[in-house]
Nanobody
Framework: QVQLVESGGGLVQAGGSLRLACAASGRTFNIVTIAWFRQAPGKEREFVGRITWSVGSTYYTDSVKGRFTISRDNAKNTVYLQMNSLKPEDTAVYYC????????????????WGQGTQVTVSS
């Protein structure tokens, strides 16, 4: 099993920045891909972006390209989501998730999920 704990959420004004962290523990050697998803009230869970654990290859959904950056620190078993130029529509609970395969945006491809961290962007 893999345990994931997100942190770093909060309230920020539009145009501001936040950095989320996702700390992994447990059977981390099985991790191939780590992704960030988000879910706004009344909406379905949405893919944000992902990074491959070994090479660090990233992939983002179009709405966050150029504003969000995913990075990893393998020594700390932690993945980060740097969010800049935040917009009110970025308001959501943000989740990290891991997969044992090389995958992209399908939530069903991910095996373990964190509990989520709230991000609220005020206008």
């Amino acid at each position: 099993q893999v345990q994931l704990v997100e942190s770093g959420g909060g309230l920020v004004q539009a145009g501001g920045s936040l950095r989320l962290a996702c700390a992994a523990s447990g059977r981390t050697f099985n991790i191939v891909t780590i992704a960030w998803f988000r879910q706004a009230p009344g909406k379905e869970r949405e893919f944000v972006g992902r990074i491959t654990w070994s090479v660090g290859s990233t992939y983002y959904t179009d709405s966050v390209k150029g504003r969000f950056t995913i990075s990893r620190d393998n020594a700390k078993n932690t993945v980060y989501l740097q969010m800049n130029s935040l917009k009110p529509e970025d308001t959501a609970v943000y989740y990290c998730a891991t997969s044992r395969s090389l995958t992209y945006s399908s939530a069903s491809s991910y095996d373990y999920w964190g509990q989520g961290t709230q991000v609220t962007v005020s206008s």
